[in-house]
């Protein structure tokens, strides 16, 4: 099995593919699609993956609600999405193959598992005619696996029941698709030994699945070859592939160690953010405490308590949970404490799309408080990132005394790419700066402590948990005297409380790098600028409309609040400025408003990322709209490969853009 | 990463200091109604704390919104106010991080039982290493008089003119019922009862429910004047006494018994013998007969039983936290961050 190779075809070389797994809920698509990927990156390829699962847990069986699909993108070179189109669909049943379908450009492959393309299943999936036989996937080149069949048969001596046999077809699949793309089955078998230790006859039928798939494709003369996408460049050192969740989480644990702080994290679960939590319970060790609350309010509650006592309190959250916290981060912000909220954006309002990514809480982030509440506002833009991000966000509310945002999202929390792992010593390092001491004599010469004395510098204030004598303190969410912390209603007080309050945030701008700007090569007109996880469609899009002959900026925000300090002077250097996000246009007001500039808003919400296909139709579009024609070039690196011609998506005239 | 429990202060080398309770009043302006049953709770706490061999330092006073709420403010002591209803969340936090903490939590009947009402209730099931001081005045009192969640059916305040419609909580009942171990009443009239109920509810480990009938001499004055007058007390009062039989009276003349069918009831003890009526017992392990007891009056017009009506052991939050934390480390060693980054199939690029 290790010689992955056929001898008489020898796998043809590709630069990059991207695979869409798919089947029912319950068909362990999501499994096959990480194990794929796993071993794409110990081949040591570039890799994104994009994990589209259904809110239901189990949806019927054979529907196209229950429809569960895992897309890995892999190439010999740097890539930043998962790939708009997939060359490769794999369909356990007919409801799978239909809900995928219109993503296929046409001369995909698709591969099927036959055997599940009954009526029944057709039925359910809303196929009055198999479509395999009516001739309407002529466009596409597909195979058909009996992948039920051969799976159960293999086991059939192993004293599995058929039953419990079949579940196996997604090593089948796995096997098979490794063997099309010329991936080593071993690590993967090492990894079934040990998941499935204790239960040897799972262990059996799975390893015998995955065995079966490979040698299904070594020998069924099905396919005219093999293929192989060769290792990407990537800079030396150690990797690891990483979703976003796993990153936040981790990146907790750093500004845990980097800051000596005891890690302590409030939280309720729900999708996409109980990942963090599940991960960061794994880890006490660390001395990491993790608390699942009554509701978001205790976990945000509890979070900030910890800080109060000295910790590093996290509260993670997502969709509704953010609003049921707002009341208690207006209370961190009045009290001046550090403290972390990690808003894992999905679909809205209300329950709204559990399981799909949006990047709609941007102003509620920013606004979503009664009274004058800013708070730093931090976001990643990659899965790995979300690491750096969170150490960023960490950094800022120890150094600031402040609550802050890590805006994640869905994509980002489930989707993976490989991470060059940091040296520890390279990471920040974060100073709690706990008060020793008294830091005020009063007229009569006694020493007091003065909770709101702040540093003149970053306009913080002392943190002092209890423990230290003589620094006893009350605080609370009423308005107080500057300095002293004592309790005060009077106007002109509170009017310098609240610009002082501002001010502390807004003189982070000092604090933080300028705007991250890719300013490309010649002189560009159009500058695309965007925030979170559009980064790497962004970073396609404008690599495409660079690779057809134009001059197109790229610029990312990390830091929405403040902003970077030049970042009205980059924003200036542009005519157009294009900004692209998953929402109805949220920084694009937040830039208008803040510089007078005419941003022009692209905009989708559609529970998935934007591709980077539409990314660039957008690019062109301001581009011809400028009236300066695209100049003649043949796609090279970022374009689009011929066999996934970039599509065209209507524009809706109006004030915005509309991509698909 | 260190605990900050464990950091060093200096403080637990030098014994505790003597105070008096003028150490542990805040130098702020007390400011409740004149009168208002919240200071003579005030003095209770704060001639108590010089009694408990406590550190300031170490001491935390939390609340949420109301009268009662202003509390942390008149302690000198480290202390948060916070937002309505929140106290035992906060709570919860920093008691399950700083064991070393004594962490009181002032609440009203609106603030806990209202908005409040689902994390007391949580608190107190997970034991949580807290003194929850509830100041029931059966009103809202910040707020300047509407009824809350403790006041009696059928009764007129500014937001119910016609009546209100709602059959009460009783606080106890409901801290019984949410698993509490350690739940007792007591009564702003009495300064002795309080503190030493106060007392025995520091003492206990894990979360103290203690319910204060607190007069709001504004809004809803005379709530308990009936059972708490100092002519009533005696016939209204009934002292729960750990091993003694229940019994109260001026004379001693009336006693609790149990019925056959579980349910408790007030006889005359004159014609019963000594060794029926009911010996109270704070450790009984199951909450029954401290939550017939709790229900035993109505309403604050009936004789009423206060002092401690359940002490029992159960493994407190923040202790059990910690000892997970503890093992782990012992099996696992303490965590090591650059394992951790490898700790998936990780692989390295020349
Ligand atoms: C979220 C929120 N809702 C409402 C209020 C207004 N409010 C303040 S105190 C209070 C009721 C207080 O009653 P209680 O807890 O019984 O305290 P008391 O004033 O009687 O001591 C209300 C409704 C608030 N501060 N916050
Ligand atoms: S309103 Fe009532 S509870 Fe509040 S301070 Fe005045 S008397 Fe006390
Ligand atoms: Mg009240």
Redesign the interface.
């Known amino acids: 099995m290790s010689d992955t190779s056929s001898k008489e075809h020898p796998p043809q070389l590709l630069d990059r593919v991207v695979i869409r797994f798919a089947g029912d809920s319950g068909d362990g698509m999501q499994l096959a699609g990480d194990r794929f990927t ?1 071993s794409s ?2 081949l ?1 390829n570039d890799l994104a993956t994009f994990p589209d699962f259904p809110a239901e847990i189990r949806a019927p069986a054979g529907t196209l609600a229950g429809v569960s699909a895992f897309q890995v993108h892999i190439s010999d070179h740097d890539i930043s999405t998962p790939g708009d189109a997939p060359n490769v669909l794999v369909a356990m049943n007919p409801a799978a193959l239909r809900a995928n379908l219109d993503t296929l450009p046409p001369g995909a492959t698709i591969i099927v598992n036959v055997d599940a393309f009954e009526e029944r299943n057709l039925r359910k999936a809303g196929y009055e005619v198999n479509p395999l036989g009516d001739g309407s996937l002529s466009a596409y080149t597909v195979y058909e696996v009996p992948m039920t069949s051969i799976t159960t048969e293999v086991s059939k001596d192993a004293g599995v029941k058929p039953r419990d046999a079949e579940r196996s077809k997604n090593f089948f699949a796995l096997g098979l698709i490794s063997w099309l793309y010329t991936r080593p089955v071993e ?1 993967t078998a090492a990894w079934v030994n040990e998941r499935y230790a204790d239960k040897p006859l799972v262990q059996e039928a799975n390893l015998r699945a995955l065995k079966a798939g490979f040698h299904f494709g070594e020998t069924a003369e099905l396919f005219e070859s093999s293929y192989e996408v060769r ?1 990407a460049e ?9 979703t976003g969740n796993t990153a936040t989480a ?1 990146g907790l ?2 500004a ?2 980097r800051s ?5 994290l ?1 939280t309720y679960p729900i999708t996409p953010a109980s990942d963090i939590l599940h991960e960061l319970s794994k ?7 993790t ?1 699942q ?3 978001e ?2 976990g945000i ?11 590093l ?1 996290v509260t993670t959250t997502s969709g509704p949970g953010i609003d049921l916290k707002a ?2 981060i ?2 961190a912000i009045n ?1 001046e404490l550090p403290l972390l909220i990690i808003d894992v954006q999905r679909g809205g309002p209300s329950t709204g799309l559990p399981t799909k990514t949006e990047q709609a809480d941007l102003l509620h982030a920013m606004y979503g408080r009664h009274g004058e509440a800013p708070l730093p506002i931090v976001a990643p833009k990659t899965p790995s990132d979300c690491f750096a991000a969170t150490l960023e966000a960490a950094r800022l509310a120890v150094k600031y005394r402040t609550p802050v945002m890590l805006l994640s999202d869905g994509y980002l929390a489930n989707g993976t790419e490989p991470w ?3 040296e ?1 010593d390279e990471l920040p390092v974060i100073d709690p700066g706990f008060a020793t001491g008294t830091n005020h004599v009063d007229g009569d010469g006694v020493a007091a402590f003065w909770p709101y004395l702040r540093d003149p510098d970053t306009l913080a204030r002392p943190w002092a ?14 308005e107080k005297e500057d300095g002293t912390g ?2 005060n209603y009077d106007g002109a007080n509170h009017e310098r409380m609240t610009r002082l309050r501002a001010a502390k945030i807004a003189g982070i701008a000092n604090d933080i790098p300028p705007t991250e700007l890719d300013p490309g090569e010649g002189d560009a007109a159009i500058l695309v600028i965007g925030w979170g996880s559009t980064y790497g469609a962004i970073a396609a899009g404008v690599q495409r409309a660079r690779a057809r002959g134009h001059q197109v900026a790229h610029a990312h925000l990390d830091h929405l609040n403040p902003f970077p300090a030049d970042l009205g002077d980059v924003l200036s250097r542009y005519e157009k400025v294009l900004v692209p996000e998953v929402n109805l246009g949220q920084l694009s007001r937040l830039l208008r408003a803040e510089y007078l500039v005419d941003a022009i808003s692209f905009t989708q919400v559609k529970g998935v990322p934007f591709r980077a296909a539409s990314m660039e139709s957008a690019i062109l579009e301001l581009i011809n709209a400028r009236g300066v024609g695209p100049v003649p070039g043949g796609p090279s690196e970022g374009a689009p490969p011929a066999e996934h011609p970039g599509r065209t998506f209507p524009s809706n005239g109006s004030n915005g853009k509309v991509a698909d | 990463m260190t605990d900050l429990a464990d950091a060093p202060t200096g403080d637990q080398a030098v014994a505790v200091p003597l105070t008096t309770r003028k150490d542990w009043s805040s130098d702020q302006e007390v400011r409740w109604c004149p009168g208002c049953g919240d200071y003579s709770i005030l003095a209770a706490v704060q001639m108590l704390m010089p009694e408990l061999g406590v550190r300031r330092e170490r001491t935390v006073f939390l609340s949420g919104i109301g009268c009662a709420a202003r509390f942390p403010y008149y302690m000198n002591t480290y202390g948060l106010h916070s937002i309505h209803g929140r106290a035992p969340a906060i709570a919860t936090g920093l008691a399950a991080t700083r064991p070393d903490l004594d962490v009181w939590v002032v609440t009203g009947d609106g603030d806990s039982l209202s908005i409040g009402g689902n994390h007391l209730i949580h608190a107190l099931r997970r034991n949580i290493n807290i003194t929850i001081l509830l100041f029931n005045n059966q009103i809202y009192g910040l707020t300047k008089g509407q009824y809350s969640p403790t006041s009696e059916v059928h009764k007129v305040t500014k937001s119910t003119p016609f009546g209100s419609l709602e059959q009460p909580f009783n606080p106890l009942s409901l801290a019984l019922g949410a698993e509490a171990t350690f739940v007792a009443r007591t009564h702003d009239m009495d300064r002795k009862h309080m503190m030493e109920v106060f007392r025995r509810a520091h003492a206990h480990r894990g979360a103290s429910f203690v319910e204060i009938y607190q007069n709001c001499n504004v809004f809803n004055d005379g709530a308990f004047e009936a059972i708490t007058g100092k002519d009533q007390r005696a016939d209204m009062l009934i002292p729960l006494v750990h091993g003694a039989p229940i019994r109260f009276g001026t004379e001693g003349q009336r006693g609790v018994v149990m019925r056959t069918d579980g349910t408790v009831e007030i006889v005359d003890a004159t014609s019963v013998d000594e060794s029926e009526l009911l010996v109270h017992d704070e450790h009984r392990d199951n909450p029954g007969l401290a939550f017939q007891l709790s229900h035993l009056a109505a309403g604050p017009t009936e004789p009423t039983p206060v002092g401690i009506f359940r002490d029992v052991e159960r493994p407190e939050y923040g202790t059990e936290m910690r000892r997970q934390v503890d093992q782990v480390i012992e099996r696992r060693g303490p965590g090591d961050l650059h394992h951790l980054l490898r700790s998936g199939s990780s692989w390295t690029v020349e």
């Open positions: 796993t990156a110990l040591g690590a290792p990537l800079a030396p050192g150690e990797y690891v592939n990483i981790w644990i750093a845990a160690s000596g702080l005891p890690l302590f409030g880890h006490k060790e660390f001395g990491v405490r608390f609350a009554e509701d309010i205790a509650g509890a979070a900030l308590g910890a800080s109060f006592g000295g910790a309190g009341e208690m207006g209370l009290l060059r792992l940091p520890i948990p209890p423990g230290l004598a003589g620094l006893e303190h009350r605080i609370g969410g009423l004592n309790v």
